[in-house]
């Protein structure tokens, strides 16, 4: 039985962040998510952080009006995200756990113990149109919490197997695999759609492309970085090739 096709999200912050610490306007993350269109990506994530330390309103705008992809907006669950979402009106909304003076998103978001608060939040969001997604780690309880929230998506921080798998750490990596594994298997019985993102490489991907109830995959960084000695086409093909090979 052919298994669902699986998705490619292509995350261009970084782009933004090169951009950033020369000042001035380029390289442009719109060229770069046109590039990744043509390269075999399904959709744009752009995160816009309470700090602008990478991507900046206006290239939500410029994305917004610029591209035909999907673009899956990241935010804060803060009032100042959702006025800009509200006015953008994106195909996703990903929630993430934000922290100024960390480097990149270090864990999931506390849903469990923030439910409440965020069914009132993303309210006003599914009824602009926006598809909602929760960044959670693989604990149990978050699962259970987004489906109170009433979110159809989840996307799951894979980062520490990643980093475990770099480190040539293997047997911690076999035994955080497994969890996430039975996290993924448990939000799609549950009716949850499955994305996975976070640090995911050449090296890491197949296990995640390879499960029928992962439907998306969301990757950035690296991609950024291998642009650096391969071009930013090529990388993004490579990824492309590696995901097909471990979904079929």
Same mark, same amino acid.
């Given at each position: ?74 935010? &804060? %669950? ?9 006015? !953008?009106?994106? $195909?996703?909304?990903? =929630? +993430?756990? /934000? ?45 259970? &919490? %987004? ?9 799951? !921080?894979?980062? $520490?197997?990643?980093? =475990? +798998?770099? /480190? ?81």
């Amino acid at each position: 039985m052919t298994k669902p096709p699986l998705r490619l999200g292509v995350n261009i912050d970084h782009v933004a962040t090169l951009r950033n610490a020369r000042g001035g306007d380029y390289p442009d993350p719109l060229r770069a998510a046109l590039m990744a269109e043509a390269a075999g990506a399904d959709g744009i994530t752009a995160h816009l952080r309470e700090d602008r330390r990478h991507i900046r309103d206006d290239d939500i705008a410029r994305l917004m009006e610029g591209i035909a992809l999907p673009l899956n907006f990241e935010m &804060a %669950a803060t009032a100042e995200m959702q006025q800009i979402a509200l006015l !953008h009106r994106p $195909h996703a909304v990903c =929630l +993430v756990p /934000e922290r100024r003076e960390e480097r990149t998103t270090e864990g999931g978001l506390d849903v469990a113990g923030d439910a409440n608060r965020l069914r009132e939040f993303c309210a006003p969001l599914v009824d602009a149109g926006c598809r909602i997604s929760l960044f959670i780690g693989h604990d149990a309880r978050q699962i259970e &919490a %987004a489906l109170r929230v009433g979110a159809p998506v989840v996307e799951f !921080h894979v980062g $520490h197997y990643c980093d =475990l +798998v770099a /480190e040539g750490r293997h047997d911690e990596a076999a035994r955080e695999l497994a969890q996430l594994e039975r996290a993924i298997r448990d939000a799609h019985g549950a009716g949850i759609e499955v994305h996975c993102g976070h640090g995911i490489s050449y090296d890491t991907v197949a296990p995640f492309a390879a499960m029928e109830e992962v439907r998306e995959l969301n990757i950035g960084h690296f991609l950024i970085c291998e642009a650096v000695f391969t071009g930013l086409g090529p990388a993004i093909a490579e990824m492309r090739r590696l995901m097909d090979d471990a979904r079929g």
